[in-house]
């Protein structure tokens, strides 16, 4: 799979997309921000949801250390959990919980 060149270009691929996806996100961010809040908080809102970025960024190698020790199978489900996919697992299932949280306060 990675021979000469082709491991680096999977990472300068994986890494353009990842930067598109996160340029992606920013500027959904700034247009809601600009259109929804009103103009005495804008500053106040971005504060906070870069607050909540960076927080992310430092949580996601505190998490992902002690799952690597990981190793089980989910009951029923057959499915492996282990370091390789247990960072994912927490995020799918925090997802899943706040499109519930949010869903809920729509009804």
């Given at each position: 799979?990675?021979?000469?060149?082709?491991?680096q270009m999977v990472v300068l691929i994986a890494r353009f997309f990842s930067g598109f996806d996160n340029g992606?996100?920013?500027?959904?961010?700034?247009t809601f921000i600009s259109t929804q809040v009103p103009a005495k908080h804008q500053t106040a809102v971005s504060s906070r949801l870069?607050?909540?970025a960076i927080?992310?960024?430092?949580l996601g190698p505190a998490f992902g250390a002690?799952?690597?020790a990981v190793h089980f199978q989910l009951p029923g489900l057959g499915v492996a959990v282990d370091g390789n996919n247990g960072p994912g697992l927490v995020?799918?299932?925090?997802?899943?919980?706040?499109?519930?949280?949010?869903?809920?306060k729509l009804s």
């Open positions: 799979l990675f021979d000469d060149g082709a491991g992606t996100r920013q500027t959904i961010e700034q870069s607050s909540c927080t992310g960024i430092m002690p799952l690597q995020l799918a299932v925090a997802s899943w919980q706040q499109c519930f949280k949010q869903c809920s």
